[in-house]
């Protein structure tokens, strides 16, 4: 069984521009969510997706967008890009509450 | 905000010895989990435990859940080089949400 997919692992971006990641939850996996991790703040809560529709926000910009489609798989989009974003980005889902699975991140540089 | 407050933020062992990290807050969460991540990887789910007092067994690792459902600890026995990695405990409020403590950075010598 096939774990959470995160596209793509690695990539560089220049302050201003934008950028856009993408994650497969595990097959059948409805709840999707967004954690952003940094030396400095550790592991902190993004946003939760469920059945298309945002379920939770965490304390983060106007910057930081996602959204979930159809088949369950989700964007995280980050606009207007700035040094303090370089971290990584990860996803998880989850079928029930308890039971969450992180894939292996999105390692975003900002330069 | 709920916070989490894990401990120690650092532990450098021995092969062998035993440890015990500790994952404390002021709020109470529907349920933890413990998550071991390897540099350049994501967490991985090591366990969840749900019911206030709940203790779980994973081969040499033992979690236990507070009474309270404030508080957790993993406690490791005869630990080995592979058990190195950055620990994390994380409380679940809402829907999935998870606030995650800053981890124990886990260092077994040979």
């Known amino acids: 069984k096939a774990g959470v997919t995160q596209t793509p692992r690695y990539l560089i971006k220049t302050r201003g521009q934008q950028v856009t990641l993408s994650c497969s939850p595990i097959?059948?996996?409805?709840?999707v969510s967004w954690y952003q991790q940094t030396p400095g703040q550790g592991l902190q809560f993004l946003f939760e997706?469920?059945?298309?529709?945002?379920?939770n926000k965490g304390n983060f910009p106007g910057r930081f967008s996602g959204r979930q489609f159809s088949n369950s798989r989700s964007e995280m989009n980050v606009s207007t890009l700035e040094l303090g974003d370089s971290a990584l980005y990860l996803c998880?889902?989850?079928?029930?509450?308890?039971?969450?699975?992180f894939g292996e991140g999105s390692w975003l540089t900002v330069v | 905000t709920q916070l989490l407050e894990q401990s120690p933020q650092f532990l450098s062992i021995q092969e062998g010895e035993n440890l015990t990290v500790y994952c404390n807050s002021s709020?109470?969460?529907?349920?933890l989990q413990w998550y071991r991540q390897e540099p350049g990887e994501g967490p991985v789910l090591l366990v969840t435990?749900?019911?206030?007092?709940e203790v779980k067994k994973l081969k040499r690792l033992t979690f236990q859940f507070g009474d309270a459902r404030k508080d957790s600890s993993l406690h490791i026995t005869a630990a080995q080089p592979g058990d190195t990695g950055l620990y994390l405990c994380?409380?679940?409020?809402?829907?999935?949400?998870?606030?995650f403590g800053e981890g124990t950075q886990l260092t077994v010598n040979p």
């Open positions: 998880a889902s989850s079928l029930d509450r308890h039971t969450i699975y």
């Open positions: 097959s059948g996996h409805r709840s």
């Open positions: 997706y469920f059945s298309e529709t945002q379920r």
């Open positions: 709020s109470v969460f529907s349920s």
């Open positions: 435990v749900v019911t206030g007092g």
């Open positions: 994380a409380g679940q409020t809402s829907g999935s949400r998870l606030t």
